[in-house]
C-alpha cells in the first residue's frame, strides 16, 4: 500500500512541480524524512 501511496506522490508532485521538472531530489529528500 505504501509504495501505491509513493506513486500517487510523485505524480502529484511533478504535476505540481511541472512535467519538464526534474523532481528527483526532492522526492529523495521527502522520502528520507518520512523514512527517518
Not at 20 to 26: A, C, G, P
Not at 29 to 35: A, F, M, S, T
Amino acid at each position: 500500500a505504501k509504495m501505491g501511496m509513493m506513486e500517487d506522490f510523485e505524480v502529484s508532485l511533478q504535476v505540481l512541480r511541472g512535467f519538464d521538472t526534474d523532481i528527483s531530489l526532492e522526492v529523495n529528500d521527502i522520502k528520507v524524512l518520512l523514512l527517518s
